[in-house]
């Protein structure tokens, strides 16, 4: 059994384990160039390279030698403030450790990387906890990757073109400083993990709902006084974290409505009476803002809306033990009704109706996580 500090070798396991050294990097470089040396006349390939916790501020310079075949790559709890252009010969490397470092600045990490064979290659990527303010323009066009953690940062936004990472399957971002999500994050279709905890949202788009293959969604610890309706969709979620919200420790309603104008006046009549036209009646905006409409969930009512509706709080059961405020769309005032409460024993009978229907659709989510 080798003594403690030595470097450990994985029989039959191609992997080289320099954890927790506590030697110079001068020493450290030198002993893995030895090791890329001895690896070239060897038949077995290095695949795993261990690395963390040995006060690295740089990459060795020996990774741009001798390690072609190297599947994974950890230099986690280092002082690393770039990744250097050593990386670039990793053609092979599939995932990539470089949490609790210092990266963060614009040339942490290496020109040329949206052009390496890494875009292809690099499936895991784990810069958690260290000082990116943005996320870098050549990340997002590392088209193979499936997991990215960039949690506990300095993130104040996620970029749109998030969507470019089209075989993401988790995604963390918790801990940063983000106020919004965007839209276009709803366009990654394998996306099955979402972690975007401990930031400062206020609120989540609709367009989230898109996200069939969802099946976790981390929200805790932020400032979101509400959901969309539409998160009733997301068929497959079974965990939904919100603990740590204004939502969950508060009552919130929120009622506003600005009258319509007299062009939505006249849409809404000519759908609610079924006035029949045809293409050559009307010019095409009319037409277009016709087929713009949306009914009004007032099982009751019947109506339609186009610009102009009542933005109200409505609170859905989960599970039979919470109540969940999820934002929905009226077409005018007539058609709400006061949210139901502890010490409001009464409810209208549409409320009824459309309460129930969400609880039916909202009891396909088997783990929600409030407290």
């Given at each position: 059994?080798e003594?403690?500090?030595?470097?450990?070798?994985?029989?039959?396991?191609?992997?080289?384990?320099?954890?927790?050294?506590s030697v110079?990097?001068?020493t450290?470089?030198?002993?893995?160039?030895?090791?890329g040396?001895?690896?070239?006349?060897?038949r077995?390939?290095?695949l795993r390279?261990?690395?963390p916790?040995?006060?690295?501020v740089?990459l060795?310079r020996?990774?741009?030698?001798g390690?072609?075949?190297?599947?994974l790559?950890?230099?986690?709890?280092?002082?690393?403030?770039?990744l250097?252009?050593?990386?670039?010969?990793?053609r092979?490397?599939?995932?990539?450790?470089?949490?609790?470092?210092?990266l963060?600045?614009?040339?942490?990490?290496?020109?040329?990387?949206?052009?390496s064979?890494?875009?292809?290659?690099?499936?895991v990527?784990?810069?958690?906890?260290n000082?990116f303010?943005e996320v870098?323009a050549?990340?997002?066009?590392?088209?193979?990757?499936q997991?990215?953690?960039?949690?506990?940062n300095?993130?104040q936004?996620?970029?749109?073109e998030?969507?470019?990472?089209q075989?993401?399957?988790?995604?963390y971002?918790?801990?940063?400083f983000?106020?919004e999500?965007?839209?276009?994050?709803?366009?990654l279709?394998?996306l099955?993990?979402?972690?975007l905890?401990?930031?400062?949202?206020?609120s989540?788009p609709?367009?989230?709902s898109?996200?069939?293959?969802?099946?976790?969604?981390?929200?805790?610890n932020n400032?979101?006084?509400?959901?969309?309706?539409e998160i009733?969709?997301?068929?497959?979620?079974e965990?939904?974290?919100?603990r740590?919200n204004?939502?969950v420790?508060?009552?919130?309603?929120?009622?506003?409505y600005?009258?319509?104008t007299?062009l939505e006046l006249?849409?809404?009549?000519i759908?609610i009476?079924?006035i029949?036209y045809t293409?050559?009646?009307?010019?095409g905006n009319?037409?277009?803002?016709?087929?713009?409409?949306?009914?009004?969930p007032?099982?009751?009512?019947?109506?339609?809306?186009?610009?102009?509706c009542?933005?109200?709080?409505?609170?859905?059961d989960?599970?039979?033990k919470?109540r969940?405020?999820l934002?929905?769309?009226l077409?005018?005032?007539?058609c709400?009704?006061?949210?139901s409460?502890?010490s409001h024993?009464?409810?209208?009978?549409?409320?009824s109706?459309?309460?129930?229907e969400?609880?039916?659709?909202?009891?396909r989510?088997?783990k929600?996580l409030l407290g």
């Amino acid at each position: 059994m080798e003594e403690a500090g030595a470097a450990v070798v994985t029989a039959g396991e191609a992997e080289l384990n320099w954890s927790r050294l506590s030697v110079s990097p001068e020493t450290l470089e030198s002993e893995l160039e030895a090791r890329g040396e001895e690896r070239r006349g060897a038949r077995e390939a290095l695949l795993r390279l261990l690395l963390p916790h040995n006060r690295l501020v740089s990459l060795p310079r020996a990774l741009g030698n001798g390690f072609p075949h190297l599947q994974l790559l950890d230099v986690s709890g280092n002082a690393l403030t770039v990744l250097g252009p050593e990386l670039l010969a990793l053609r092979g490397l599939r995932t990539l450790l470089a949490k609790n470092n210092r990266l963060g600045g614009p040339s942490a990490l290496p020109k040329g990387l949206a052009q390496s064979p890494l875009c292809r290659s690099l499936q895991v990527l784990n810069l958690s906890g260290n000082c990116f303010q943005e996320v870098p323009a050549s990340l997002l066009e590392l088209r193979a990757l499936q997991t990215l953690s960039l949690g506990g940062n300095q993130l104040q936004s996620i970029p749109a073109e998030i969507e470019n990472l089209q075989r993401l399957e988790c995604l963390y971002l918790g801990g940063n400083f983000i106020k919004e999500i965007p839209p276009e994050l709803a366009n990654l279709p394998s996306l099955n993990y979402l972690v975007l905890c401990d930031n400062k949202i206020q609120s989540v788009p609709p367009q989230l709902s898109q996200l069939h293959s969802l099946r976790s969604l981390s929200l805790h610890n932020n400032l979101l006084t509400y959901l969309p309706r539409e998160i009733l969709n997301l068929i497959h979620l079974e965990e939904l974290s919100l603990r740590g919200n204004p939502l969950v420790v508060r009552f919130v309603r929120d009622l506003t409505y600005d009258p319509p104008t007299l062009l939505e006046l006249a849409a809404r009549t000519i759908k609610i009476r079924n006035i029949s036209y045809t293409p050559y009646d009307l010019p095409g905006n009319l037409l277009r803002y016709l087929g713009s409409a949306s009914n009004c969930p007032n099982p009751k009512c019947g109506g339609v809306y186009f610009d102009c509706c009542v933005r109200q709080i409505k609170f859905v059961d989960f599970c039979g033990k919470y109540r969940l405020p999820l934002m929905h769309y009226l077409c005018s005032p007539e058609c709400s009704s006061p949210c139901s409460s502890a010490s409001h024993s009464s409810t209208s009978q549409s409320e009824s109706d459309s309460e129930d229907e969400a609880s039916v659709a909202a009891r396909r989510m088997q783990k929600v996580l409030l407290g």
